[in-house]
């Protein structure tokens, strides 16, 4: 029933922002206890957590990439934004938005239900 579906640019320049939404359906991003996460795997690598947007709106982000990255929400399209700066090649990888539960105090670790079926971004001129 909960299907998560993520869009946006599949190139992006270095020094630009990456920029993709998550478009929910089946369940509302502002209903408890539900998270809204990113989270990205590179090329030959294991997945890494980007950040979540929880239901209330507030917003946890991995400490190695809080400084340029911004998750966002609109609550009337039942949506959630991922925006990522000044990318490098090093950020070239699929891309992912899920649902999760919180599991831990800190906010930055998360039991996942549902998946996105991801999408490839490459960071390239």
């Known amino acids: 029933q909960v299907q998560l579906q993520e869009s946006g640019p599949g190139l992006v320049k270095p020094s630009q922002t990456l920029s993709l939404t998550c478009t929910v359906s089946g369940y509302s991003i502002t209903m408890n206890p539900y998270s809204w996460s990113w989270v990205r795997q590179p090329p030959g690598k294991g997945l890494e957590w980007i950040g979540a947007?929880?239901?209330?709106?507030?917003?946890y982000y991995s400490p190695s990439l809080k400084s340029r990255t911004s998750i966002s929400r609109d609550t009337s399209k039942n949506q959630f934004t991922l925006q990522l700066s000044s990318v490098t090649p090093e950020d070239t990888a699929v891309y992912y938005c899920a649902r999760g539960v919180s599991v831990a105090a800190t906010r930055d670790e998360y039991e996942y239900d549902y998946w996105g079926q991801g999408t490839q971004v490459t960071v390239s001129l």
């Open positions: 947007i929880r239901y209330s709106g507030d917003t």
